[in-house]
């Protein structure tokens, strides 16, 4: 279909940006019957009203979630204890995956004798530092709001490494699913489950029964989720009937 008039290409771009999480400019612009060139125009427009962000190739949601900085330090007790507790189940693994959550990026420093595999920066940055590193570290596009590397740059590093364990996050988890805000963010995350032996979830309390807007993956992916004693119990228990086990950080 052919959509000449600019207000209403531009519309018909929000649009599927809104239902998809992210588009292809290339496309895109095969489907409105435009150039990629006057594509990449209107993307570039909608970015300044904030309705979505531009990505390498398209456009992705505009961040709907709360800058990392401020996340890291919302239920800081709370993510310290699932991070203590992420990092015992993690014993005994070689390779451990880990995602870029704020409360995963406080597990990094606890583990000891395995290799880190992950995208996120803050996690890059804490295991530079030890004098002997333990990481394979993939880069590809970076997203400010999640300060993680991603793309298709990202997920080819990734799909040539094998885990023992993923240490994944979420910002909404319910029974339809895990859910996030960050497209290309959640396509790593089903990367890592997919490359990993077993699939730990952590989420704080204030996640839990929740959606967003980006699906990530189905229940059926997380092995085990580690959460804060302010957790729901019919939440829980509703998560435990549908197959997940549940541990409860102190």
């Known amino acids: 279909m052919r959509y000449a008039g600019a207000p209403e290409r531009r519309a018909e771009l929000e ?3 809104a239902d998809g999480g992210y588009i292809s400019s290339a496309d895109v612009a095969q489907r409105l019957g435009v150039s990629e060139m006057t594509v990449r125009r209107d993307l570039r427009l909608l970015e300044e009203e904030g309705v979505l962000r531009r990505v390498a190739g398209g456009a992705t949601i505009a961040s709907a979630g709360v800058p990392f900085e401020r996340r890291d330090a919302v239920g800081a007790a709370e993510k310290r204890a699932i991070a203590r507790l992420a990092a015992v189940e993690a014993q005994g693994a070689e390779v451990v ?3 870029a959550g704020t409360t995963v990026a406080a597990v990094a420093p606890l583990l000891q004798g395995c ?3 992950t995208h996120s920066l803050p996690v890059i940055e804490t295991l530079a530092r030890e004098p002997e590193p333990r990481l394979i570290a993939a880069g590809g596009h970076y997203q400010p709001d999640t300060r993680c590397f991603a793309g298709p740059i990202a997920e080819e590093a990734l799909q040539g490494v094998r885990c023992d364990v993923a240490l ?4 909404a988890v319910g029974l339809g699913g895990l859910w996030g805000t960050n497209v290309l963010d959640a396509a790593i995350k089903r990367l890592l489950a997919r490359q990993s032996a077993r699939v730990v979830l952590l989420a704080d309390a204030g996640k839990l029964g929740k959606t967003s807007v980006v699906r ?6 997380v092995d085990l989720l580690i959460t804060d004693a302010r957790a729901d119990r019919d939440v829980l228990a509703g998560l435990e009937a549908a197959g997940i086990a549940v541990r409860i950080a102190e």
């Open 15 to 17: 649009r599927l940006v």
């Open 168 to 171: 994944l996050s979420a910002t």
């Open 216 to 221: 990530i993956a189905a229940l059926d992916a």
């Open 97 to 99: 995956a880990l995602d």
């Open 115 to 117: 290799t880190i595999v």
